[in-house]
């Protein structure tokens, strides 16, 4: 990407290829705080179904290892053995909670910026060694942006959180006369909608911050003129490169109208500076067709292979000035001009039938 200039500043919409650009290089409008926002929400939503069958699970597996204790001397084989057998159960039991976790990570990345695979942000990059320029990244405007948001946010969820423990305070202090079971189903609907609270402001967090995340990206990928100016230049091309592709275009058509002049059933000339090849087919064609036509060496050229094949050549300047000018290679005679065309034709015609 060219630098901006001094007095060049970023005012135009980033084209197409800026835009692939910066993707090809990672850098695209995604928030954290969105897939954060999301991991939170669904795991909650997943917990509300599976906390049943989550705490069902441990209390099987804590009645087995009771029922089961007094059967195992404590060596360290059987202390391995019961890691083991704890370790699988466990995971067992936290496996569908890595798999939504997983999920929702890959879906909210994916839903934000689509389906990217790039090692560009993994390429190792000398210049962020440099301590100075560290010291500026620390510093910059965009870790103050990331500082106020991250402690607006933990403020934000910490004034909820107290607030709504704060409305709670009353119940907690009958927790004293009550049982055990009546004091875990307090906690658990305390701490249900504490996180219930905090995963709406995360919510709510996520769409600003995503919303600012894109402006932010739009703003960074904006071009100057210059660049602008640069990249058409670049799309459109190298002139010179250009120029030889349609040099070398021009000469493959010549080429090809050249192998066509052989059959020409004549050749209209100027007589020296014009020559118009012109063909035609009575069973085949409904009107005489230019099939090669030159002006200067071209036209000698052209006038070269119609006596190599015994084409004849007519001198007609003004015929040969108006099919040059109104009649492309490989259109048919215009209706203005097949009268004189059909003439000339006529004629060399019957100088053919005089030759047999």
Do not use: C
Not at 138 to 167: C, D, N, P, Q, R
Not at 228 to 235: A, D, N, P, V
């Amino acid at each position: 990407m060219a630098e901006d200039t001094p007095s060049g500043e970023r005012t135009e919409e980033p084209s197409a290829k800026r835009r692939e650009d910066f993707r090809k290089k990672g850098q695209v409008a995604q928030s954290k705080e969105v897939q954060t926002a999301a991991l939170f929400t669904i795991l909650l939503l997943f917990w509300l179904f599976y906390a049943p069958l989550f705490f069902r699970g441990i209390e099987d597996l804590i009645m087995m290892i009771l029922n089961k204790s007094g059967e195992y001397a404590i060596t360290p084989p059987s202390i391995m053995q019961l890691s083991y057998f704890l370790g699988k159960h466990l995971g067992m039991l936290l496996a569908p909670l890595f798999a939504v976790a997983l999920l929702v990570g890959f879906f909210s990345t994916y839903l934000q910026i689509g389906w990217l695979l790039t090692a560009k942000p993994l390429t190792p990059d000398l210049s962020k060694l440099d301590p100075i320029k560290g010291m500026g990244r620390f510093i910059s405007k965009k870790s103050l942006v990331e500082l106020i948001k991250s402690l607006s946010k933990v403020l934000l969820i910490a004034w909820v959180a107290y607030k709504t423990v704060e409305g709670k305070f009353e119940e907690a202090l009958l927790l004293g006369g009550m049982d055990v079971s009546a004091t875990l189903d307090y906690l658990g609907e305390t701490s249900l909608l504490v996180i219930a609270k905090v995963v709406a402001i995360m919510i709510f967090l996520a769409a600003l911050d995503y919303g600012f995340v894109r402006w932010e990206m739009e703003e960074k990928m904006k071009m100057t003129k210059q660049e602008l100016k640069e990249e058409m230049k670049e799309s459109d091309g190298d002139p010179h490169i250009k120029s030889k592709i349609r040099a070398i275009q021009q000469q493959l058509a010549r080429s090809r109208m050249m192998e066509a002049v052989p059959e020409a059933d004549v050749v209209i000339t100027n007589p020296t500076r014009i020559a118009v090849a012109i063909k035609y087919n009575a069973e085949t064609m409904d009107a005489p067709e230019v099939i090669a036509k030159g002006q200067q060496l071209v036209a000698a050229r052209i006038r070269e292979l119609a006596r190599e094949h015994d084409i004849p050549l007519v001198e007609n300047p003004p015929v040969a000035r108006l099919l040059h000018s109104k009649v492309d290679i490989g259109q048919v005679i215009p209706e203005d001009l097949f009268k004189t065309v059909a003439e000339i034709l006529a004629y060399v015609y019957s100088l053919k039938a005089n030759k047999r």
